[in-house]
């Protein structure tokens, strides 16, 4: 009775290692892509030829949305590219940094500065944005990186806050700036997570702020904070999350404690520090800490005001939004809100993969993925000459490609 009860043990250990959680039996697919029938955008995408093809995940593990997260998180052997730091003083004393990465090699057919703005409590310094930069200068790139205040662990602030999840005033400095020191450049916006959500809530608060850009790419967000992180708690691996994300931004709050916690301002804002750095969840962090110092009734509210899904439908130049099924991070229901977007705007496109994670997208092999360019890198890097190709072709599209200061409008 024990080898046959044994042989079941193994058999029933191994059907749910590798087909319920690795899910190694699933089939690869192509892209599902969501967008209208203009001529704009079906140019773009008959030049993606990555569009057209089977995302390949490493067999063994890639198929589990998990695991590319957790090797994500994990991947430190990247190439550290050299940047030149800038700093800007904002109107309440925050200083904002930036990084900006030139090109190593020039673009044949412009001056073209990709703008990038990281995911949550990320920086220049975090391994998939040191990636990014390192793609994008060999393409002919310049690339632009902010830093999110209090992100970056050697630089101290100066007023008694960090980022948020929905203000977006850092950016548009950087943006000022960044045309300032280039105004020839034509800007591409590049946004991951939390930094895609800010970004496309950035396009959206005005038509101004789209006026230097050619086009906005957004990865892995999720649209609305307050779906997401309630989506987030109703599952325990969903509260796992949850926690991991929260002790990254309490990581941020204890590095400057001494000026985010002085007397005046946990008087000011009723704020106790005590209850806030032993925080457990994302909801106790926003209820007792962000809401207050940015001056909303509520957490609800403070999510909705940091939302895309309420500003996305007034972004009118090219977007490529990306996202995977298998995504932890951004259950399903979320994703209704991109397909909707493209569907019904002329320069929209939304790429949804069924495999990928959260920013994971490792390619081919069997254990060891074949690259450690990620599969979005590719993707970016083809929209982008798609972009540039197309509005140059055709200058009556919404491109900016005569630089900083000269948009080209319908």
């Given at each position: 009775?024990?080898?046959?009860?044994?042989?079941?043990?193994?058999?029933?250990?191994?059907?749910?290692?590798?087909?319920?959680?690795?899910?190694?039996?699933?089939?690869?697919?192509?892209?599902?892509?969501?967008?209208?029938?203009?001529?704009?955008?079906?140019?773009?995408?008959?030049?993606?030829?990555?569009?057209?093809?089977?995302?390949?995940?490493?067999?063994?593990?890639?198929?589990?949305?998990?695991?590319?997260?957790?090797?994500?998180?994990?991947?430190?052997?990247?190439?550290?590219?050299?940047?030149?730091?800038?700093?800007?003083?904002?109107?309440?004393?925050?200083?904002?940094?930036?990084?900006?990465?030139?090109?190593?090699?020039?673009?044949?057919?412009?001056?073209?500065?990709?703008?990038?703005?990281?995911?949550?409590?990320?920086?220049?310094?975090?391994?998939?944005?040191?990636?990014?930069?390192?793609?994008?200068?060999?393409?002919?790139?310049?690339?632009?990186?902010?830093?999110?205040?209090?992100?970056?662990?050697?630089?101290?602030?100066?007023?008694?806050?960090?980022?948020?999840?929905?203000?977006?005033?850092?950016?548009?400095?950087?943006?000022?700036?960044?045309?300032?020191?280039?105004?020839?450049?034509?800007?591409?916006?590049?946004?991951?997570?939390?930094?895609?959500?800010?970004?496309?809530?950035?396009?959206?608060?005005?038509?101004?702020?789209?006026?230097?850009?050619?086009?906005?790419?957004?990865?892995?967000?999720?649209?609305?904070?307050k779906r997401a992180i309630v989506?987030?708690?109703?599952?325990?691996?969903?509260?796992?999350?949850?926690?991991?994300?929260?002790?990254?931004?309490?990581?941020?709050?204890?590095?400057?404690?001494?000026?985010?916690?002085?007397?005046?301002?946990?008087?000011?804002?009723?704020?106790?520090?005590?209850?806030?750095?032993?925080?457990?969840?994302?909801?106790?962090?926003?209820?007792?800490?962000?809401?207050?110092?940015?001056?909303?009734?509520?957490?609800?509210?403070?999510?909705?005001?940091?939302?895309?899904?309420?500003?996305?439908?007034?972004?009118?130049?090219?977007?490529?939004?990306?996202?995977?099924?298998?995504?932890p991070l951004v259950h399903d229901?979320?994703?209704?809100?991109?397909?909707?977007?493209?569907?019904?705007?002329?320069?929209?496109?939304?790429?949804?993969?069924?495999?990928?994670?959260?920013?994971?997208?490792?390619?081919?092999?069997?254990?060891?993925?074949?690259?450690?360019?990620?599969w979005y890198e590719r993707v970016?890097?083809?929209?982008?000459?798609?972009?540039?190709?197309?509005?140059?072709?055709?200058?009556?599209?919404?491109?900016?490609?005569?630089?900083?200061?000269?948009?080209?409008?319908?």
């Open positions: 009775m024990v080898e046959p009860f044994m042989v079941l043990l193994l058999f029933l250990l191994f059907y749910l290692v590798f087909v319920k959680f690795l899910k190694v039996n699933e089939p690869i697919r192509t892209p599902e892509l969501h967008h209208s029938e203009s001529k704009f955008i079906q140019s773009v995408v008959k030049s993606c030829s990555i569009l057209h093809e089977s995302y390949q995940p490493p067999w063994l593990w890639g198929k589990c949305g998990h695991v590319q997260t957790m090797v994500y998180t994990l991947s430190h052997v990247i190439p550290r590219p050299e940047g030149v730091r800038h700093h800007i003083l904002m109107s309440d004393g925050a200083t904002c940094y930036f990084d900006v990465f030139e090109a190593t090699r020039p673009h044949d057919k412009g001056d073209y500065t990709v703008v990038v703005y990281p995911g949550i409590a990320n920086s220049s310094e975090n391994t998939y944005i040191r990636n990014v930069v390192h793609c994008a200068q060999s393409y002919g790139y310049r690339v632009a990186v902010l830093n999110h205040l209090g992100a970056l662990e050697t630089v101290p602030i100066t007023s008694p806050r960090i980022f948020s999840y929905g203000h977006t005033e850092e950016f548009g400095a950087m943006i000022e700036k960044v045309l300032e020191i280039y105004p020839e450049t034509a800007l591409l916006g590049v946004g991951f997570s939390l930094g895609a959500n800010l970004l496309m809530k950035y396009m959206g608060e005005s038509k101004t702020n789209q006026a230097a850009f050619m086009c906005a790419i957004s990865v892995c967000q999720g649209y609305d904070a989506g987030m708690v109703n599952t325990i691996k969903g509260r796992l999350y949850n926690l991991a994300v929260t002790m990254n931004i309490l990581r941020v709050l204890k590095r400057h404690k001494k000026a985010l916690f002085t007397p005046s301002v946990c008087d000011t804002h009723d704020i106790d520090p005590v209850q806030i750095l032993g925080a457990t969840c994302l909801e106790t962090i926003d209820e007792f800490y962000s809401r207050k110092i940015y001056g909303f009734s509520s957490h609800e509210e403070y999510y909705d005001r940091a939302s895309s899904c309420y500003y996305i439908n007034n972004v009118d130049i090219p977007v490529l939004l990306i996202n995977s099924r298998d995504d229901a979320l994703l209704e809100v991109p397909k909707k977007y493209a569907v019904s705007h002329d320069k929209a496109l939304y790429v949804l993969t069924q495999h990928g994670g959260h920013l994971g997208y490792y390619e081919g092999g069997i254990v060891i993925p074949r690259s450690t360019t990620p970016l890097m083809q929209y982008l000459d798609a972009i540039i190709d197309t509005a140059r072709n055709d200058p009556a599209n919404n491109c900016n490609v005569n630089g900083g200061n000269a948009a080209l409008v319908v």
